[in-house]
């Protein structure tokens, strides 16, 4: 079930009527844990299985952490709950990718290397990643397990944010799921235009962007050099709309029915340097791997060369967790090596360059990332890399829409470096709020593509 589907609609205006007709909390939890797995169910109900499989172990070990003072057994008991929550997502998400790269070395002495037909779970990397961070914060006492299952399986299992994120930390959510929530005019209001804007995100520009870059990035050597650059900047544009677009609906609809999520994006394209658009792209993605990974490998505390060893080593699994393929490591290495460089000629020259030159140089490589993030193979990153680097003849495509799009997106960036930013939020005071609303309405009904296209994160 897509959020721009149909069915979605229906399903969410059942569940919000149903939440906000009970006071009762128990009530409320139970009919919003029943409809998460019934959302999670409309892909494949034997997925659930692997959603009560975390649920239940990482209910057990945190109280099992929390109820003993010797390091020792504590450290063994996280060790269960890492194990299965990664041996889960490994088996699922990188056997296959594990096996074909072993295959040249196990063949080569004479043995059969085979893959299996194994389906990813949908939304498998960001519920492990989640519940995850919750029996570490119990193991580093800042978090008290809670007592209530029922609770725990909502906040494992809720259905907005379940599939693509944010990824909701147990601290910020579950305090959240132990209240009944209280109705609120203007947080509804709010709610209801962040999922809108998330629908436009998504449905009229994400999709249009992606016409072209499906074309373009599937024969690169037909097109010139100048169609690529707009295709890559296309593919910019459309991972930006269509993640943040997944999760302004996510946050949206959370808010519709009394909850709050975290800030995921904030105009990642305005970065100055590599640091800050980590800072604003995927940041609930960016915190995990910093809080969990970064500092528990010993983060900038010790040596130089340390630090750098730890920052390669988050970044390249961070490019891992997005997928399984080379491409995808590289991408993550493309980004580690860009904030060490960074880190070291901070470190080394006290001298800054203008402002405008350090735009353009996070731009290039975040550009270069995207070639790498999206191509099928190394093979196709290599030709389109070469291509984009030498001028080169062939169709010349630039389509109006997606020059348009482009466009609204600069636009949208350069807006909320102004005063003007708070009027994109369609307070409910401004008398263009109700006109902007309903021109996004009417364009979903008349411009939408035809049919749906998936949010490019459910692959990860």
């Keep these: 079930m897509l959020f721009t589907q149909a069915e979605f609609l229906i399903f969410f205006l059942v569940v919000l009527s149903a939440v906000w007709m009970t006071s009762n909390r128990i009530v409320r939890n139970t009919i919003l844990l029943v409809a998460s797995y019934y959302f999670y169910a409309?892909?494949?109900?034997?997925?659930?299985?692997l959603l009560l499989l975390s649920t239940f172990v990482d209910f057990v070990v945190s109280h099992a952490i929390d109820n003993r003072d010797d390091a020792t057994t504590r450290r063994r008991w996280l060790s269960v709950s890492i194990l299965v929550n990664l041996g889960v997502l490994g088996f699922f998400k990188y056997f296959n990718f594990f096996i074909e790269s072993a295959a040249p070395l196990v063949e080569s002495i004479g043995v059969s290397a085979s893959t299996l037909n194994i389906i990813l779970p949908v939304g498998i990397s960001f519920y492990t990643f989640q519940t995850l961070s919750y029996t570490i914060d119990v193991y580093r006492r800042v978090l008290r397990p809670t007592h209530s299952l029922l609770d725990f399986a909502l906040y494992v299992a809720f259905f907005p944010q379940l599939v693509a994120g944010p990824i909701v930390r147990a601290r910020e959510l579950l305090p959240q799921l132990c209240t009944t929530p209280i109705w609120s005019n203007r947080?509804?209001?709010?709610?209801?235009?962040?999922?809108?804007?998330?629908?436009?995100?998504?449905?009229?520009?994400?999709?249009?962007?992606?016409?072209?870059?499906?074309?373009?990035?599937?024969?690169?050597?037909?097109?010139?050099?100048?169609?690529?650059?707009?295709a890559v900047i296309a593919y910019a544009g459309q991972i930006y709309l269509d993640f943040s677009g997944y999760t302004d609906m996510a946050i949206g609809s959370a808010k519709m029915l009394g909850y709050r999520f975290p800030r995921n994006f904030r105009h990642p394209y305005l970065a100055t340097s590599m640091s800050e658009f980590w800072h604003r792209w995927h940041m609930t993605l960016s915190r995990w791997l910093r809080d969990y990974l970064y500092i528990s490998l010993g983060g900038n505390r010790n040596s130089t060369t340390a630090?750098?060893?730890?920052?390669?080593?988050?970044?390249?699994?961070g490019g891992l967790w997005h997928g399984a393929a080379w491409t995808f490591v590289l991408w993550g290495v493309l980004h580690g090596g860009a904030l060490c460089l960074e880190r070291a000629m901070r470190s080394m020259t006290s001298r800054r360059l203008p402002t405008w030159i350090h735009w353009a140089l996070v731009m290039m490589v975040v550009l270069v990332g995207w070639v790498l993030f999206r191509s099928t193979d190394l093979n196709a990153t290599v030709s389109m890399l070469q291509r984009l680097t030498l001028p080169s003849s062939g169709i010349h495509w630039y389509p109006p829409l997606v020059i348009g799009v482009i466009g609204c997106v600069i636009v949208e960036h350069a807006v909320w470096t102004t005063r003007w930013r708070r009027a994109m939020r369609l307070p409910p005071d401004a008398w263009y709020s109700p006109i902007a609303t309903t021109v996004m309405l009417w364009a979903l009904l008349i411009y939408a593509p035809v049919g749906f296209q998936p949010f490019v994160y459910f692959q990860f």
């Design 42 to 49: 409309y892909w494949d109900i034997r997925f659930c299985l």
């Design 187 to 230: 947080r509804f209001y709010f709610g209801f235009q962040q999922l809108l804007r998330g629908a436009v995100k998504k449905v009229l520009m994400a999709d249009r962007l992606g016409e072209m870059v499906d074309v373009v990035f599937e024969n690169p050597d037909y097109y010139s050099s100048s169609t690529l650059w707009v």
């Design 307 to 317: 630090t750098y060893r730890n920052l390669m080593i988050t970044m390249t699994l």
